[in-house]
C-alpha cells in the first residue's frame, strides 16, 4: 500500500469535506506523516483525483485500517478506534466547530444543523453507509400511517437489564457512560465506543448548560441528541417541559422530545438526562385532535387529547409561560393519578409508576407539546409490565416503547432481517414447513413458531415477492398491537371514561 498517497488523499477529503484550510495543510500533512510513522510525503504530485466521488470515508478508512494493522499500529480489534482517531484529527476542534454553529444560526437555524450534522457524515462519527442497510417500509392503518425499521446497526436490549443502570455501581469514572460530554475526543476503551471524531455544540436549557450532537445510528433524519452536561438521572417535570420549549427556540426547525424517567416505558439510557429530536415529522405529529377540552385558567391555549394509539394529550399555543404550566401542571397531575378499572396505579409501596413522554415542536409561532401518559406497573400476568409489548408480540419487539416508537416509528431488532426472509420461504414453499422443529429452543425460528401457523392459517403466498409484502402487512399490524398495549386509556368505553377522569383530575373539561 502507498501510505504517502494515503496520506494525500485525506488531506484532500479533509479540504473538500473538512474544512481543512489552506494554512492548515502543511501542519496536518505532517501530523498525519508522523502517526503513520511515515518520514516524508509523496515525491511530486499525487493522483488524488478518486477522492472527489467520496461522499463518506468508508473507502479511506479501509485503507486506514489496513495500514495500521500491516504496520503494527493497531490490531484490528481497535482498527475502528484509530480510524476515529486519523479523522477526529482532521476535523476542526470543538471550539471552531462552536463558532461556525453559532455564526450560521444567527442566519438560519437549518444552516446550522446542515454545518453539523455534514461534518458528523463526512468525518465518520454518523455511520451513513451502515444505516442505509436498514430495512425500512411503512404500514397504512387507515387515519394513521406507521413507519418501520429493522435496525441492523444495534443489538437488541433487554428491558431489566436498562433497569439495572440506575441502581447499578458506576463501572466507569470517564467517561461515566456514553452520552457525558467528557465523550468529545475520548479514544474509547474496552466496550466504550470510539468518540474522537464527535463534534458537539453547546446550548442552554431551562438555565443549565446542555450540548447538541447527532446520533450515529440515526433512526430518521438528522436524529439528534441534546444532553445534559451534568451527569444526572433522566426526570420528567416542569424543567422538563421548561427545556424542550428552549430547544425549539434555538432550533425551531426541529422536534424535540424526552424518553420517560421509569424503567420498562423509557429508553435504554436512563442514567443521563437527554432529549431526542431532529428534522422529521414523526407519524404522531399528523394525528389529530379528536376531542376539544379547556382549561378555564388558560384560555389562550388549546388543549385536547390527540386521535392516536397512546394516549396523549396536547397544548398549543403562542404564549410560551402559559404552555410551560399548563404541560407542567398536567405532568405533575398524572404521577398521582390512579385509575384502577384501567389497572393504572399511580404507586405501591412508595415506588412511582406514572410518568410521561413529553414531545415539542414549533409551527410558526405556535408552540405545540404533546404529553404521552405512560405507567410502568407489572403484575402477575404481565410481569415485563402491564403497559409493554405483551407477550404474543415479543417475538418482533421485546426492547421498552420508548419515545421515538410511542410517535409510531418502530426500530426493530436486527435479527428480524435473517428471521423474516426464512418466514418468507416457507410462506411461499421454498421452504419446508416443519412444525416440530420449530418447537426447538435452538432453532432460530422458534420464537415465531406461534406466528408462523398463524400466517399459514391465512393461506400460503404463491411467490416470495407475494409473501414478502404480507409479512411486512403482518408486521404492521402487530406494530399496531404493540401501540394498544402501551396505551394506559384504551380506545373503547372504559377507556375513554379513564381519560376523562384524568382530565377532570387535570381541571381540564369539554
Given amino acids: 500500500m502507498d501510505a504517502e498517497l494515503l496520506v494525500e488523499k485525506l488531506i484532500a477529503y479533509a479540504e473538500r469535506n473538512l474544512y481543512l484550510q489552506p494554512a492548515d495543510t502543511i501542519y496536518m500533512r505532517n501530523t498525519l506523516l508522523a502517526e503513520l510513522k511515515l518520514q516524508a510525503p509523496c515525491e511530486g504530485e499525487a493522483d488524488v483525483s478518486d477522492v472527489a466521488a467520496m461522499d463518506v470515508p468508508d473507502e479511506l478508512n479501509a485503507e486506514i485500517a489496513a495500514y495500521a494493522v500491516e504496520h503494527g499500529l493497531t490490531d484490528e480489534a481497535n482498527a475502528e478506534r484509530y480510524c476515529a482517531r486519523i479523522f477526529g484529527m482532521l476535523t476542526p476542534l470543538p471550539s471552531k466547530i462552536n463558532e461556525e454553529f453559532a455564526a450560521l444560526r444567527a442566519q438560519s437555524p437549518q444552516a446550522a444543523c446542515d454545518y453539523l450534522y455534514n461534518i458528523s457524515v463526512k468525518n465518520g462519527y454518523i455511520q451513513k453507509t451502515a444505516i442505509s442497510r436498514n430495512l425500512q417500509w411503512s404500514y397504512d392503518d387507515g387515519a394513521n400511517v406507521l413507519e418501520i425499521t429493522v435496525n441492523l446497526s444495534k443489538p437488541e436490549k433487554n428491558n431489566k437489564d436498562i433497569a439495572k443502570l440506575l441502581s447499578a455501581p458506576q463501572s466507569r469514572k470517564y467517561p461515566m457512560c456514553a452520552l457525558c460530554k467528557e465523550n468529545e475526543g475520548f479514544e474509547g476503551a474496552g466496550t466504550h465506543p470510539p468518540r474522537q471524531n464527535i463534534r458537539t455544540v453547546k446550548v442552554e436549557l431551562g438555565g443549565e448548560k446542555w450540548f447538541l450532537q447527532y446520533s450515529p445510528y440515526a433512526y430518521y433524519n438528522e436524529h439528534c441528541i441534546a444532553i445534559a452536561e451534568k451527569h444526572a438521572p433522566m426526570r420528567c417535570d416542569g424543567t422538563t417541559v421548561r427545556k424542550l420549549l428552549d430547544f425549539v ?31 422529521h415529522t414523526m407519524p404522531m405529529h399528523r394525528a389529530r385532535i379528536r376531542r376539544q ?13 390527540l386521535d392516536w394509539y397512546n394516549s396523549g394529550i396536547q397544548v398549543e399555543g403562542e404564549d410560551k409561560a402559559a404552555v410551560a404550566e399548563l404541560a407542567a ?15 393504572i396505579l399511580s404507586e405501591t409501596d412508595g415506588t412511582p409508576h406514572n410518568t410521561v413522554s413529553p414531545i415539542c415542536r414549533k409551527v410558526g409561532d405556535t408552540y405545540v407539546f404533546t404529553m404521552l401518559l405512560r405507567n410502568n406497573r407489572t403484575d402477575e400476568r404481565y410481569p415485563d409490565g402491564i403497559f409493554h409489548v405483551h407477550p404474543e408480540y415479543q417475538n418482533i419487539k421485546k426492547e421498552g416503547i420508548g419515545l421515538i416508537e410511542a410517535m409510531g416509528l418502530f426500530i426493530l431488532p436486527g435479527r428480524l432481517k435473517r428471521q423474516l426472509d426464512a418466514i418468507e420461504d416457507i410462506l411461499c414453499g421454498a421452504a419446508a414447513y416443519d412444525p416440530a422443529a420449530l418447537e426447538e429452543e435452538s432453532n432460530d425460528l422458534y420464537v415465531h413458531r406461534y406466528m408462523i401457523a398463524d400466517m399459514l392459517g391465512q393461506g400460503k403466498q404463491p411467490s416470495k415477492q407475494a409473501a414478502h409484502t404480507f409479512v411486512e402487512e403482518y408486521i404492521g399490524k402487530v406494530c399496531v398491537h404493540i401501540l394498544d398495549n402501551t396505551a394506559v386509556f384504551k380506545r373503547d368505553e372504559a377507556g375513554e371514561a379513564g381519560f376523562m377522569q384524568f382530565a377532570a383530575a387535570a381541571g381540564l373539561h369539554e
Fill in 249 to 279: 427556540d434555538f432550533l425551531p426547525n426541529y422536534f424535540i422530545g424526552s424518553n420517560a424517567s421509569l424503567p420498562i416505558v423509557g429508553g435504554s439510557i436512563l442514567n443521563h438526562e437527554h432529549f431526542q429530536g431532529g428534522r
Fill in 293 to 305: 377540552l379547556y382549561a378555564d385558567k388558560y384560555p389562550q391555549l388549546r388543549v385536547g387529547i
Fill in 329 to 343: 401542571h398536567i405532568i405533575e397531575a398524572w404521577k398521582g393519578f390512579s385509575c384502577p378499572a384501567c389497572d
